[in-house]
């Protein structure tokens, strides 16, 4: 390459800095100022009440503080401040309210709204007593006994709701027996890991 090409691509290249340059601090304004309005000062009193303060923009003079500085030259005392009071509520006015509305010839009921909402209760043990009849003939050795409840295991305290549990957590939460164990044990049931043989 000559010489005269490279001094115009180095001015050119200049120029294009010192327009990216110039963007650069427009933008940089233009952010300051966005800052100043979002995060300035909340009042739009300006600092000199002596003055109006004004400048021009577009061939126009725009006044900045004109009204305040007005009314500090109209009255330098501030205004009293009236105590307020609270007004008093007249005993009985709610009950009033209320027999005017629902009063006779008011409204009549309609069905109340339901609203449900899901509780939950964390794991709890409840021992399941079954009462079973008992007779024994008065005059022989005859004993009759009403049908008791069917059991998931015979012989087993455990209920179907227990083994339910259980299942659930070792087949689908992978909770091993163990860990069941010390569970059950903190609320009190003892429950062992092994099956009696």
């Known amino acids: 390459m000559t010489r005269k090409p490279l001094i115009q691509l180095f001015l050119s290249r200049q120029e294009q800095l010192e327009n990216i340059d110039h963007n650069l601090q427009l933008v940089l304004e233009q952010l300051a100022d966005l800052k100043r309005h979002r995060f300035g000062r ?11 303060s004004f400048m021009e ?23 009293e401040a009236v105590p307020r009071r609270k007004p008093k509520k007249k005993q009985g006015k709610r009950e009033e309210d ?13 069905p109340d709204e339901v609203y449900r909402r899901y509780g939950f209760t964390p794991a709890k043990v409840e021992v399941e007593e079954h009462h079973v ?13 009403a049908p008791h409840p069917e059991c998931l295991l015979r012989g087993s305290p455990v209920s179907p709701s227990l083994e339910a549990a259980v299942m659930n957590a070792k087949y ?14 903190r609320y009190g049931l003892p429950v062992s890991e092994s099956v009696p043989g």
Do not use: C, M, W
């Open 98 to 110: 209320l027999a005017a509305r629902f009063g006779e010839g008011g409204f009549k009921r309609l």
């Open 133 to 145: 009849k008992v007779y024994a003939g008065k005059k022989t050795d005859e004993i009759v006994k």
């Open 172 to 185: 689908v939460n992978a909770v091993p027996l163990y860990r069941q164990e010390q569970e059950f044990e």
């Open 42 to 52: 909340s009042s739009e009193r300006h600092e000199s009440d002596e003055q109006i």
């Open 57 to 79: 923009v577009d061939g126009k003079i725009v006044f900045f503080n004109e009204s305040e500085a007005v009314a500090a030259e109209d009255d330098g005392a501030e205004p």
